[in-house]
């Protein structure tokens, strides 16, 4: 049972690129949510995808973006990156909205 | 507003003495839940254990126990004889259930190195 993926591994971009970054969820899950740990911090709430629509969002800009598709992965999006954005991005799946959520590998992005 | 306080930043012990994390969270919802998550150096953020708030039973899973005490709104967790593999950064987090808000707030984790 495979679960929650995230591609790709590492990133490298520099200031005012964009970047995608994908996530699978683990098998049966049909929720998504995606999180930015920065060095040192503990994760922070980017948002959440539920039935292809985003149900919640922290506090983000709107340079980040995401996607939910119907087999459920997931997309994440940031426009314009800064230097601030080098972070790993975790992506988390549960069975349904308010259920645990797994975490996947993430992601590490550094912007230079 | 919502907070998870881990006091200790590291922690190191010998290998098979016990350790305790620290977690003190601030809600003003009723309805709430509690999580520890471990984060090995590979990175990815492995699921310990959640906890609704209306169950204050402390709970045992081999050499791991949690405390959870409302009335000083803390939920510590006990690692017994300590072993090397345990070494990683420990998350405590909390989501509060109002509104079916599913986001999780983290603390700032509690680095933990086992010693052989």
């Known amino acids: 049972d495979a679960g929650v993926t995230q591609s790709p591994t590492h990133l490298i971009k520099t200031r005012g690129q964009q970047v995608t970054l994908r996530c699978s969820p683990k098998?049966?899950?049909?929720?998504v949510s995606w999180y930015q740990q920065a060095l040192g911090q503990g994760p922070q709430f980017i948002f959440q995808y539920y039935e292809e629509e985003e149900r919640q969002r922290g506090n983000f800009p709107d340079r980040f973006s995401g996607h939910q598709f119907p087999n459920y992965s997931s997309e994440l999006n940031v426009n314009a990156l800064l230097l601030g954005d080098s972070a790993l991005y975790l992506c988390?799946?549960?069975?349904?909205?308010?259920?645990?959520?797994?975490f996947g590998p993430g992601t590490r992005l550094t912007v230079l | 507003a919502q907070k998870v306080t881990q006091a200790q930043t590291e922690i190191s012990v010998v290998e098979k003495e016990d350790v305790t994390l620290d977690c003190v969270y601030e809600t003003r919802d009723t309805t709430y839940y509690l999580f520890w998550y471990k984060q090995p150096p590979s990175g990815e953020l492995v699921f310990l254990i959640r906890r609704n708030s209306f169950d204050e039973q402390n709970e045992i899973s081999g050499r791991y126990s949690w405390n959870f005490q409302k009335s000083t709104s803390s939920f510590n967790f006990t690692i017994t004889a300590s072993q090397v593999v345990d070494s990683a950064v420990y998350f405590c987090a909390l989501s509060e259930a109002r509104d079916r808000d599913d986001k999780i707030i983290f603390g700032k984790g509690t680095r933990l190195h086992i010693l052989p």
């Open positions: 098998s049966g899950h049909d929720t």
């Open positions: 988390a799946s549960s069975f349904t909205v308010g259920d645990t959520q797994y």
